[in-house]
T-cell receptor, first 115, second 112 residues
Framework: DAGVTQSPTHLIKTRGQHVTLRCSPISGHKSVSWYQQVLGQGPQFIFQYYEKEERGRGNFPDRFSARQFPNYSSELNVNALLLGDSALYLC??????????????FGPGTRLTVL | DAKTTQPPSMDCAEGRAANLPCNHSTISGNEYVYWYRQIHSQGPQYIIHGLKNNETNEMASLIITEDRKSSTLILPHATLRDTAVYYCIVRPGGGATNKLIFGTGTLLAVQP
């Protein structure tokens, strides 16, 4: 079975532009979470979606938004890009939304560079 | 903020056991200890989790102290492929979200 897939693998944008990142969860998984990982730091939680509804939001500005589709895939959108948005963006899927032994499976990430 | 403290780096000889410590002195009664690792340029990978009993799976063993204020992840026979950043995370057993709060982790370098 395929794991979590993300597209694109790499992306280069300039300041002020908009970007859309995509994630396909493992088949049967209903929850998708997004994380941002800046170089040298651990991943930071951005959003969690379950059954198309937002279940959690991290401390990120409103420039960051996301949605989940009926097939459980998800998009992360970032508007008005800043240099500081340069990071590895990770998507994770899980069967359910709650934490009680709910293993998350991470994709390989999208490397975003903002120039 | 992360609720755990880990050494920034450790070395281990190939074939020997790697023992990675983690302090979580403010852990609550309903919080589990999870370990993930991240090999360079890949997404994090789940390793093991526990509440208060020691746990073992095909990848590793998790030893949690009786007061639950610290734990140790043990890789019994480290290989070069185990070189990675290891994250210790505490997380509640219930709730509506399964978000993970990562710290900076421990970079384990397995030496040949």
């Amino acid at each position: 079975d395929a794991g979590v897939t993300q597209s694109p693998t790499h992306l280069i944008k300039t300041r002020g532009q908009h970007v859309t990142l995509r994630c396909s969860p493992i088949s049967g998984h209903k929850s998708v979470s997004w994380y941002q990982q800046v170089l040298g730091q651990g991943p930071q939680f951005i959003f969690q979606y379950y059954e198309k509804e937002e279940r959690g939001r991290g401390n990120f500005p409103d420039r960051f938004s996301a949605r989940q589709f009926p097939n459980y895939s998800s998009e992360l959108n970032v508007n008005a890009l800043l240099l500081g948005d340069s990071a590895l963006y990770l998507c994770a899927s899980s069967l359910e939304a709650g934490p009680a032994y709910n293993e998350q499976f991470f994709g390989p990430g999208t490397r975003l560079t903002v120039l | 903020d992360a609720k755990t403290t880990q050494p920034p780096s450790m070395d281990c000889a190939e074939g020997r056991a790697a023992n990675l410590p983690c302090n979580h002195s403010t852990i609550s009664g309903n919080e589990y200890v999870y370990w993930y690792r991240q090999i360079h340029s890949q997404g994090p990978q789940y390793i093991i989790h526990g509440l208060k009993n020691n746990e073992t799976n095909e990848m590793a063993s998790l030893i949690i102290t009786e007061d639950r204020k610290s734990s140790t992840l043990i890789l019994p026979h480290a290989t070069l492929r185990d070189t990675a950043v290891y994250y210790c995370i505490v997380r509640p057993g219930g709730g509506a979200t399964n978000k993970l709060i990562f710290g900076t982790g421990t970079l384990l370098a397995v030496q040949p």
